[in-house]
């Protein structure tokens, strides 16, 4: 837990403790980078610039009150990140190594290299205190470079898109294979219906043919009947749809003459409308 400065007994309103944190974070971000730098000088050979960097180069220091992590590639190793623990440690700001072997966490806000030591600074919130790092070390005169994680993340980005895609392949594939198969049952199904369907007609056929004599039989007795029958359905047919045809002949008049009155009453105030427009000029 980091120190509180002597202007918290008084218990300072939020907007101080705001702005006086702030000024602390600035003060760190001068610290870790005289502590990197001193890192870099005692890890290195000569004052060359250093191409390439390796994940067992690297440690990662986080503050525990902050959303800033900061991933230092050097010779000096874990040691670099100690030493800024120990400096920010004595501000008052309380920074630990993370587990060797640990997830990177927070989105790269910026990777710079200066000499033979290179820096990435995470941010898990805002950017806001990621961003003031990457501005103190660019001031400093440290350049971009890609490093070991900003490599792993883009590599791992690339290995989830690949196997997002790979996935949405499969399960097409799964998806039109479910639909083939379902294809296929719908079919044997169909078959199955159809010979049930045969089977049933045959049965009917026989019922049909065992009762056909005594249909005829009845048919006949009552043909006079049924004739009579359908001819007075026949007449009570015809009447109906004279009545309707009646119906449908009166309600076309009586629609074609609300249109007419209506037509004649919209030219009415089209009339008046264009009088009175008149009138008004």
């Not at 600035?26 to 990197?36: K, Q, Y």
Request: net charge negative; aromatic share 4%.
């Amino acid at each position: 837990m980091s120190l509180p400065p002597p202007e918290a007994e008084r218990a300072p309103d939020e907007p101080e403790r705001k702005s006086h944190r702030l000024r602390w974070l600035i003060a760190v971000v001068v610290i870790v980078g005289l502590a990197v730098g001193v890192a870099a000088i005692v890890g290195s050979g000569s004052g060359s610039v250093e191409t390439s960097y390796t994940a067992d180069e690297s440690c990662t220091s986080a503050d525990v009150e902050a959303n800033v992590r900061l991933t230092v590639y050097s010779s000096a190793g874990r040691s670099a990140c100690e030493g800024v623990d120990r400096a920010l440690g004595r501000q008052g700001s309380y920074w630990r190594v993370q587990p060797s072997g640990a997830e990177l966490e927070g989105e790269l806000v910026c990777s710079l290299a200066k000499e033979h030591t290179l820096v990435e600074v995470r941010d898990t919130g805002g950017h806001f205190y990621g961003n003031r790092f990457c501005a103190f070390f660019t001031g400093k005169g440290w350049t971009e470079q890609e490093g070991p994680g900003s490599q792993i993340e883009r590599e791992r980005a690339k290995h989830e898109s690949e196997a997002k895609e790979a996935r949405e392949r499969r399960e097409h594939e799964e998806e039109a294979e479910r639909q083939r198969t379902a294809a296929v049952e719908q079919r044997k199904q169909e078959r199955q219906e159809k010979v049930e369907q045969a089977k049933e007609a045959g049965e009917r056929k026989k019922e049909e043919t065992q009762q056909a004599a005594q249909e005829a039989k009845e048919q006949e007795e009552h043909k006079a009947e049924e004739a009579k029958e359908q001819a007075e359905q026949h007449a009570e047919q015809q009447k109906l749809e004279r009545e309707e045809t009646q119906r449908r002949e009166q309600e076309a008049r009586e629609r074609k003459k609300e249109a007419a009155e209506r037509e004649a009453e919209q030219h009415k105030n089209e009339e008046e409308t264009q009088r009175a427009e008149r009138e008004s000029q």
